[in-house]
């Protein structure tokens, strides 16, 4: 069998990894946007929400090891070269923003002399030194640092919605959690 | 061309109507995304109660004073530790609980947002405790010398914090708002009643400080029981008329405290007051029977004391609910409030920059 078909999905393990994180991101964006608006659930909100960004730190280095460690599909034939300039930077960003967020959230706690509490009795080490300014600065950071990851998760989701209904390629095939077909080559 | 080959106009496969549905729904999921995005961040319900519009009323009433807590504004900060005797450990499976010596910091404060105000013998007086586990757990606690707490409900606070406002033609708060205010809440006035009622220490020394809030104790064997604190002073009762201030002396009850550690550490004891069925976790206002059962876990120890300007402690948010395994919160609608405010306010102030406060190093080392 020396005739390899070009693949057209991701690894499993990486699409895998995408839908859990793209759940847990999306999830951490309205917790955290619902958090400083909240009076009555702001506790509950805050105390889902710091475990839950240290396990997308975890999850988003498994997830750069992987995608060091495997073969991409190739960008179908439907993106021209200024998308999939845009796709790659984006991806870039994203990539970024999963490592950055988790660790401004982290550093913003030890800098305002917060115990970073997990669950029960667990809790992380401070990473920074206390500091009020540099309390204020990351605090003031992680908002605009979300605000980015929304909108970044906005383009993305546009320009898979628009190759998926309006260029009809289906490009959302290759992310599915399920194998999809090969497709066959119709000009 | 340079773009890659099969790349033929493939929006020519679509008719144009079918072309328009498929656009607009795209932009629908889009912009159903933002819109939920916008709600939960409570922009678009701007009259609702918030972290930062509450806030906004405690600048509004007090005026802004940049680098100060908005509230608890006045207060000088103090160091010492926490002797337990380890009969909080069937309570609490806190390891601030089991025998031995535990670091603390805190601060007394005066309530209020006005960091330079004159001291008043009823202004309500707070003590701030900060335990340093020795695992790296913390407990922090604000506690004031009430007997209950004057609301139930956040938004009974920010009420109160308005009509308490001196009316600007008067100079006083509005009667007339306050007895709206007070028919509203109910709870507020019978309150109110105790807290006039309760005798009133000479000063920071001889005050007990009341959690006034309700927490929950978890055992190592994982049982519950509902707890309100109190730091009970070693230091004997006074009342105020024995020592009314010069009038000379705008920091006289915080001078008094700061002689009174020169002269020795002061010391208090941890009181832990459990409920019963009957006695209610979700209002501050109503105290519990006197005759429930009081453990004594230990004794605080103060034998430092230092301005804001020096000490660690002014950049401390003393949030009541950063708590270790074995404290937690109860159903006491305050209490996640309380977190969400002192938050904002912190987030404020630590952004600003900072101006001395009102009872400088110089009186504290005096």
């Known amino acids: 069998m020396s005739t390899p078909r070009p693949r057209t999905q991701f690894a499993l393990q990486s699409r895998i990894l995408h839908w859990l994180m793209a759940v847990m991101l999306l999830a951490m964006l309205f917790i955290g946007v619902t958090m400083v608006a909240s009076l009555g659930n702001y506790h509950i909100l805050v105390a889902i929400h710091r475990p839950l960004g240290i396990m997308i730190l975890i999850l988003a280095v498994i997830r750069f090891v992987n995608r060091v460690c495997t073969k991409l599909p190739p960008f179908p034939p439907t993106m021209s070269r200024r998308e999939r300039f845009l796709a790659s930077s984006s991806e870039k960003l994203l990539y970024a923003l999963m490592f950055v967020l988790p660790l401004v959230g982290w550093g913003m706690l030890s800098a305002g002399h917060y115990p970073v509490v997990m669950f029960g009795p667990v809790h992380l080490p401070p990473i920074l030194p206390t500091n009020p300014t540099l309390y204020a600065i990351l605090r003031q950071s992680h908002t605009i640092l979300a605000f980015l990851l929304f909108a970044t998760f906005l383009a993305h989701l546009g320009a898979v919605l628009f190759h998926t209904l309006i260029v009809r390629d289906r490009f959302l095939d290759r992310m599915a959690i399920w194998p999809t077909r090969y497709r066959k080559n119709k000009s | ?366």
Not at chain 2, 258 to 278: D, E, Y
């Open chain 2, 1 to 366: 061309m340079n773009t890659p080959k099969s790349n033929q106009t493939p929006l020519a496969g679509l008719p144009k109507a079918n072309l328009i549905v498929r656009f607009a729904a795209i932009g629908a999921v889009l912009v159903g995304i933002v819109g939920l995005f916008a709600y939960a961040g409570g922009w678009l319900t701007p009259r609702n109660l918030t972290p930062a519009s509450l806030i906004d009323t405690f600048q509004k009433v007090n005026g802004l004073h940049p680098g100060f807590r908005r509230n608890h504004a006045k207060g000088v900060c103090i160091s010492g530790y926490f002797e337990s005797n380890g009969r909080g450990v069937a309570l609490s499976r806190a390891s601030v609980f089991l025998p031995g010596r535990v670091p603390i910091i805190g601060r007394f404060s005066l309530a209020g947002g006005q960091p330079y105000f004159a001291d008043a013998p009823h202004t309500i007086r707070g003590m701030a405790i900060l335990f340093k586990l020795p695992n790296g757990e913390e407990w922090r606690t604000a506690m004031t010398n009430i007997p209950v707490f004057s609301v139930r409900t956040v938004q009974g606070f920010h009420d109160q914090l308005l009509v308490s406002a001196p009316d600007p033609t008067t100079g006083k708060p509005d009667p007339a708002k306050i007895k709206t205010f007070l028919a509203r809440y109910p709870e507020t006035a019978k309150a109110m009643e105790l807290i006039r009622n309760h005798a009133v220490s000479s000063g920071f020394d001889n005050s007990t400080y009341n959690s006034l809030n309700a927490f929950r104790f978890i055992n190592a064997s994982g049982a519950t029981v509902p707890v309100r604190w109190s730091m009970v002073p070693v230091q004997p009762f006074e009342p105020i008329s024995a020592t009314e201030p010069g009038k000379s002396d705008k920091n006289y009850l915080f001078d008094g405290l700061i002689a009174s550690i020169h002269r020795h550490p002061l010391q208090w004891h941890l009181v832990v007051t459990i409920g019963q069925p009957a006695d209610p976790t979700n209002d501050a206002t109503i105290p519990w029977s006197p005759d429930r059962q009081q453990i004594d876990v230990g004794t605080l120890t103060v034998d430092r004391v230092e301005s804001d300007d020096t000490s660690p402690a002014r950049d401390i948010n003393f949030d009541p609910l950063v708590l270790p395994d074995g404290i937690a919160g109860s159903d006491d609608p305050l209490l996640s409030p309380r977190s969400a405010a002192y938050s904002q306010s912190f987030t404020r102030r630590e952004g600003e920059p900072k101006e001395p406060g009102a009872v400088s190093t110089a009186e504290t080392e005096k």
